[in-house]
Structure formats: structure tokens, C-alpha cells
């Protein structure tokens, strides 16, 4: 149980092109799902927090109007990165907390990444 | 907001031998420390976690310890075995549910 599934696994696009990744939860709900980005040998950073129906929650420096994040089901998000450039090339990985286990446990179920590159 | 702090960032172990990897945050009301085995392109996977109102968890050949009066927590794995060898991250909660995560720890086991 609690399987997340990402698509595409891996995407190549050209600068200034946009790219929709989507985050899906596959066996359960969702009540929060969250956006990392992780560069190469670095940590994971979080990007933005989401629930559905409302809008998401963006951590300090990370651009809103680049980073543009759907939810609009309990089972799935997106994250399109918009006018990509090389610099936003990484790895995009989503997570995301089962909506029964909320009140008892803060595990979040992650996601096998995405591996942007952007030519 | 949270700051987690991971060393070392590189540890190489003899095989059968144990390895620590320690962490500290900063936000003292993290209440959920989990740690995180990372092979190259793959997804975090949740080894280990603890609350704070336990000091100590154990399972198999992983433990880990939360002092949470100096605010830190570490990972123990003993008997190590050569497909220990990953990336290990601690993270903390913060804001209630969202994570930051420690900067990693190579762990290299030698045959």
C-alpha cells in the first residue's frame, strides 16, 4: 500500500518551453502533497505544499509564477515548470500524506521522481 | 524556519562494523524525525522514524536516538552490510507536517 507514482520519470525540453509533471496517489488520499526539488549530491529541498481545491503554499525563494502547482483531486497534483531554463534542470521529486493516517502519523509517501533537463 | 544540520557528510565502515550518523535541529517544536536511505535516482526511502516522546526506536540492525533536550537525533546501523551503502538523509518537521532535511551522509561500506 500507500504507492505515489510520478509521470514522466524522466523529460528532456528546450529553454523556454513548459513541462507538466504529475504526482498521483495511487492506493489512498491524499491530504497534503509536496513538491522537492534535489539537485545533484544536494539535499532535498521543499519546493511547495499542496491540498486540494485550495491553492498551494510556496517556500521562501521559490517562484510561484514559475513553479505553477494543480491539485485538484485527493489523488493528484501537478507542478509545471513554466519557460524552463537549464538552471531548472533537477529532479522534481512529489510526496504525499495519507488523508486517513493524518491525525496519527506525519509519514509522507514519496514519489519515484522526475528528471527534468531543459536544453 | 528549520534548520537541519547532518555529519559527517561522507563515512566509509569496514563491513560488520556499525555506523552513526548524527543530526541537530533548531525548531523546537519538531516532534517527528525520520530517516531516509537515497540510491542514485531513486526515490527517499523512509528506513527508520521517531516521535518525540520516545527516546530510542529500534528495528533489526537500525536504531535511532532523540535527545531532544540538546535538540539532536541519530542513526545507528550496526552489523553493516555492503548494500548499506546509499545516501542516508535526516529530516524534522516543521509547521506541523512539512519536512527539512538534513544535507546527507555518503555511507560507503567496505567489503
Known amino acids: 500500500g500507500a504507492v505515489v507514482s510520478q509521470h514522466p520519470s524522466w523529460v528532456i525540453c528546450k529553454s523556454g518551453t513548459s513541462v507538466k509533471i504529475e504526482c498521483r496517489s495511487l492506493d489512498f488520499q491524499a491530504t497534503t502533497m509536496f513538491w522537492y526539488r534535489q539537485f545533484p549530491k544536494q539535499s532535498l529541498m521543499l519546493m511547495a505544499t499542496s491540498n486540494e481545491g485550495s491553492k498551494a503554499t510556496y517556500e521562501q525563494g521559490v517562484e510561484k509564477d514559475k513553479f505553477l502547482i494543480n491539485h485538484a483531486s485527493l489523488t493528484l497534483s501537478t507542478l509545471t515548470v513554466t519557460s524552463a531554463h537549464p538552471e531548472d534542470s533537477s529532479f522534481y521529486i512529489c510526496?504525499?500524506?495519507?488523508?486517513?493516517?493524518?491525525?496519527?502519523?506525519?509519514?509522507?509517501?514519496f514519489g519515484p521522481g522526475t528528471r527534468l533537463t531543459v536544453t | 524556519g528549520e534548520n537541519v544540520e547532518q555529519h559527517p557528510s561522507t563515512l566509509s565502515v569496514q563491513e560488520g562494523d556499525s555506523a552513526v550518523i548524527k543530526c541537530t535541529y533548531s525548531d523546537s517544536a519538531s516532534n517527528y524525525f525520520p530517516w531516509y536511505k537515497q540510491e542514485l535516482g531513486k526515490r527517499p526511502q523512509l528506513i527508520i522514524d521517531i516521535r518525540s516522546n520516545v527516546g530510542e526506536k529500534k528495528d533489526q540492525r537500525i536504531a535511532v536516538t532523540l535527545n531532544k533536550t540538546a535538540k539532536h537525533f541519530s542513526l545507528h546501523i550496526t552489523e553493516t552490510q555492503p548494500e548499506d551503502s546509499a545516501v542516508y538523509f535526516c529530516?524534522?518537521?516543521?509547521?506541523?507536517?512539512?519536512?527539512?532535511f538534513g544535507t546527507g551522509t555518503r555511507l560507503t561500506i567496505i567489503p
Open positions: 529530516a524534522a518537521n516543521f509547521g506541523n507536517e512539512k519536512l527539512t
Open positions: 510526496s504525499a500524506r495519507d488523508r486517513q493516517l493524518a491525525g496519527a502519523s506525519y509519514e509522507q509517501y
